[in-house]
């Protein structure tokens, strides 16, 4: 059946928030994670990740049990590995290069703790014009000043409710 035009208005305005944060990952932060994705499913929203573990799953799984949509870019050639919490597999075969994609699925990040990996998704976001949000993340300086290009939040509400207010 072909998509009635609402339906197709509806995706359009549908937002799209990326959730970024290490696999391996502290207690809090997943706990954060998962209620993050809760908030982002209750938004009517869809959770954008690297579908993998820690952050990344807790998102999904608090995103999902909420009812939410959740889509996750992992780095293989292969669904192993994906968060049960995904309802779309993306096997990207980039490596931590699939990191871009996250961010490009996304009209918003929310960065929750971080390794590297979550440090170059936000430095693509920033790079893409795209609003970063961070949870106890990572706190940028260029020549030895600070440059405060990330928007800080002290809660999942924070960070759910502040990403929502950059979009408009």
Known sequence: MIAKSKDRDAARVTRYIAVCGPADATEEEVAWAEHIGRLIADAGAVLVCGGLGGVMDAAAHGAR??????????????RA????????????????????????AADAVIAVGGAFGTLSEIAFALKAGK??????????????????????????????????????
């Open 65 to 78: 049990r909420a009812g939410g949509k959740t889509v996750g870019l992992l780095p293989g050639d292969t």
């Open 81 to 104: 590995g994906a968060s049960k919490y995904l309802s779309v597999v993306i096997p990207t075969g980039l490596g931590e290069g699939r990191n871009a994609l996250v961010v490009r």
């Open 131 to 168: 609003p970063v949000i961070g949870l106890h993340t990572w706190h940028l300086e260029k020549s030895g000043k600070k440059v405060s290009v990330i928007h800080r939040a002290r809660t999942p509400e924070d960070a759910v409710e502040l990403a929502f207010k950059l979009l408009g």
